[in-house]
């Protein structure tokens, strides 16, 4: 077991620069990529819900392994997380695989942020790295087909640049939802705008603020205003896990109620 914490031997590897450290995070991606895709019948068996607290490691050298956690305290390196074989039978299977992605991503960037505050990397270099990361998607992005979905909706969206998928959806329902209360004979040639820029003349419902292309906006799906992301603290990476989202106001109208 010795320096299994390592996922791959941590006490013997240790790379020193921006791109050695890059290299090997995008070792270890690709190993658990594979062992949540193309291996992904024989990581099932492996993560036993019998068996105790299981992690999977991704080794530089792009291999991926299930086992037991490293038995030195504090480990090497940062630990992935623990027990991911006990949610396996409690879960639908993609929703599990699901869940193992976001752990694996948030393990991968806690490795390569340890070897750059161990290094000393400065401001810089860890700003460097994290974008050499980012350029790359999560493996959750991966595991789930996000990644592809995001580079269609890239291509065919001609509305809101900063717009988060799930919000490019509600941005359509809004739409006809916003165009229900006027009158359908008189104002046929507004619509007709409003169908070629969905936001014309929308107002935050925050700040009253015009609504600008270049931001990230959402709709509240109880009382239908829009607002700026950043009224409402709302990022286009938070809005892609809401699935009803109820603005400040709403919210607090629910809870007023006896």
């Known amino acids: ?44 068996q492996q993560c036993d819900p019998e068996k105790e607290n299981l992690c999977l490691y991704g080794f530089p050298s ?18 992935p997380a623990l027990g991911i074989n006990f949610a396996r039978d409690g879960m639908q299977e993609k929703d599990w695989l699901s869940l193992v992605a976001v752990h694996s991503d948030a393990w991968l960037l806690s490795v390569a942020f340890y070897f750059g505050a161990r290094f000393g990397f400065d401001k810089t270099d860890r700003k460097r790295l994290f974008n050499m990361i980012n350029d790359l ?41 916003q165009s229900k209360p006027l009158p359908p ?29 270049d931001e990230f906006w959402i709709c509240c799906d109880i ?19 809401i699935k009803q989202y109820k603005c400040p106001s709403c919210s607090s109208n629910k809870r007023a109620r006896p």
């Open 62 to 79: 792009e291999q991926w392994e299930v086992n037991l956690p490293a038995e030195e305290v504090p480990p090497e390196l940062p630990e």
């Open 137 to 177: 998607p999560t493996i959750f992005e991966v595991v789930t087909g996000a990644a592809k979905k995001q580079v269609k909706e890239k291509s065919s969206a001609n509305h809101g640049s900063n717009k988060s998928k799930s919000n490019s959806k509600k941005g359509s329902e809004s739409q006809v939802k």
């Open 1 to 44: 077991m010795e320096g299994l914490g390592g996922g791959g031997g941590g006490a013997h590897y240790n790379p020193r620069t921006v791109e050695e450290v890059f290299r090997e995070f995008k070792g270890r991606r690709a190993g658990m990529i594979k062992a949540l895709t193309t291996d992904v019948e024989d990581f099932y």
């Open 185 to 213: 004979k008189d104002e046929d040639e507004v619509l007709d705008e409003e169908d070629g820029d969905e936001h014309g003349e929308t107002l935050c419902g925050a700040c009253g603020e015009n609504y600008a292309s």
């Open 223 to 241: 009382c239908e205003k829009w607002f700026h992301g950043k009224c409402v603290k709302i990022t286009p990476a938070r809005a892609e896990h």
